[in-house]
Nanobody
Framework: EVQLVESGGGLVQPGGSLKLSCAVS????????MSWVRQAPGKGLEWVSS????????YYTDSVKGRFTISTDNAKDTLYLQMNNLKPDDTAVYYC????????????????????WGQGTQVIVFP
């Protein structure tokens, strides 16, 4: 059974850091592009970042470039999102997602853009 389980969210002040984790089972990182997608309160789903494990290519939406880093620990079957210099606009529920296509640059994405989703972990950036 394919499962994606996010963790690591929490409350942080602007300028702070968090590292999100996504433990996966039922597939390997070679099978799918891995992505992080977020949903801010009252907003739609926004693609944040993607990683293609075989090529090791990474991609980021403009608003997080230079601040967020996507990576994997293959031995632990875990995807990460290191988030630095967090801003209030980063407040959202963050989802780990797996799909044949990772990068979706349009303003709003849909659940159908990815094959599998985690349950989400909440990130709040607030003083």
């Amino acid at each position: 059974e394919v499962q994606l389980v996010e963790s690591g969210g929490g409350l942080v002040q602007p300028g702070g850091s968090l590292k999100l984790s996504c433990a996966v089972s039922g597939f390997t990182f070679d099978d799918y592009a891995m992505s992080w997608v977020r949903q801010a309160p009252g907003k739609g789903l926004e693609w944040v970042s993607s990683l293609y494990s075989v090529s090791k290519n990474t991609y980021y939406t403009d608003s997080v470039k230079g601040r967020f880093t996507i990576s994997t620990d293959n031995a632990k079957d875990t995807l990460y999102l290191q988030m630095n210099n967090l801003k209030p606009d980063d407040t959202a529920v963050y989802y780990c997602a797996a799909g044949m296509i990772g990068v979706h640059t349009r303003l709003e994405v849909t659940r159908k853009d990815y094959n599998y989703w985690g349950q989400g972990t909440q990130v709040i950036v607030f003083p």
